[in-house]
């Protein structure tokens, strides 16, 4: 391989590693533009530099460091997946010199904080009358409803789920996740998938609609689930988070945590979190308050 950016950034998003959860296509995009942005802040057309450029350093500090400290550490996070471990694996046996990327890899990052997660009435009464509605004029776009709503998937997990990936035990209604997010290899046993206990409802839902095993879900172009569904959501529902068909799959954590006593576990499980610690953070949401008594004045 040619050592210079613009081939190793062609490299990453065109190969897939043999083993262990794979980014999706607009992932491996978003995370080489992040990184073209993070070498454009200290070097003019980083695609045409050598790989010694991840080395360089700026007042002292390596350039994912100045970065972070100067712009944004959430960028030097998003690019730091091009240098994950089996990455880094990976093109040591392509012949690159994985020690240019050692101040990427070891750099210490503060972790993200999680931002609570509050239901509100108004909204949520909106998305299910305003989504609801969608059986009956845009099927696909109802079912991708149904996917982030009603089972809690992830834009990127809308897109790949086919009807292939529900199936059943004797006690649960599962949906099988494909290289899932946030998840080490060893938490799926290197396997590649995640299964998720889905409400037997919404599953049922889902599946009211199944044509062949092979069939994606929704049979849409990425577009309508990335640009379209969120923005019709911003606009008819009045959701205005930075990431409206993820706040869907907000709505699903809390209404799975309320049916069962608050119990992180479950949500944990519905939802594919790393830990109960990260869904107890998300949802721990206010505490429900009792009716008083006002009193009267005689």
């Given amino acids: 391989m040619t050592k210079q950016c613009n081939d190793f950034f062609d490299y990453y998003?065109?190969?897939?590693?043999?083993?262990?959860?794979?980014?999706?296509?607009?992932?491996?995009?978003?995370?080489?533009?992040?990184?073209?942005?993070?070498?454009?802040?200290?070097?003019?057309?980083?695609?045409?530099?050598?790989?010694?450029?991840?080395?360089?350093?700026?007042?002292?500090?390596?350039l994912p460091e100045h970065y972070a400290k100067h712009h944004s550490a959430n960028d030097v996070r998003i690019a730091r997946s091009i240098f994950a471990k089996g990455w880094i694996r990976n093109y040591e046996k392509q012949g690159i010199d994985v020690s240019l990327f050692s101040d990427w890899v070891n750099m210490q990052l503060p972790s993200n904080k999680v931002k609570r997660f509050y239901a509100d009435e108004r909204e949520r009464m909106a998305i299910e009358q305003v989504c609801g509605a969608l059986k009956d004029t845009d099927v696909e776009l109802y079912k991708a409803y149904v996917l982030a709503y009603g089972l809690g998937l992830r834009s990127s997990e809308i897109q790949r789920a086919k009807y292939g990936d529900f199936w059943e035990t004797s006690e649960n209604k599962v949906i099988r996740i494909w290289s899932p997010k946030g998840v080490d290899d060893g938490e799926v046993d290197g396997m590649g998938y995640q299964d998720r206990p889905c409400d037997p409802a919404w599953w049922n839902e889902v599946m009211s609609y199944k044509t062949s095993d092979d069939d994606l879900v929704v049979q849409v172009q990425e577009?309508?689930?990335?640009?379209?569904?969120?923005?019709?959501?911003?606009?008819?529902?009045?959701?205005?988070?930075?990431?409206?068909?993820?706040?869907?799959?907000?709505?699903?954590?809390?209404?799975?945590?309320?049916?069962?006593?608050?119990?992180?576990?479950?949500?944990?499980?519905?939802?594919?979190?790393?830990?109960?610690?990260?869904?107890?953070?998300?949802?721990?949401?206010?505490?429900?308050?009792?009716?008083?008594?006002?009193?009267q004045n005689n």
């Fill in 13 to 62: 998003e065109r190969t897939r590693l043999p083993l262990g959860k794979q980014a999706s296509d607009q992932t491996k995009r978003m995370v080489v533009v992040t990184t073209r942005r993070i070498l454009g802040k200290y070097v003019s057309n980083p695609d045409e530099r050598p790989l010694g450029i991840f080395a360089k350093q700026k007042d002292g500090l390596s």
């Fill in 223 to 295: 577009d309508r689930i990335t640009r379209e569904f969120p923005k019709m959501l911003r606009e008819r529902c009045g959701v205005d988070a930075r990431q409206p068909v993820h706040r869907l799959r907000k709505y699903a954590g809390h209404r799975i945590m309320k049916a069962h006593d608050d119990n992180p576990y479950i949500a944990k499980e519905v939802l594919g979190h790393s830990s109960v610690e990260l869904t107890t953070k998300i949802y721990v949401g206010l505490p429900t308050i009792k009716m008083g008594v006002i009193p």
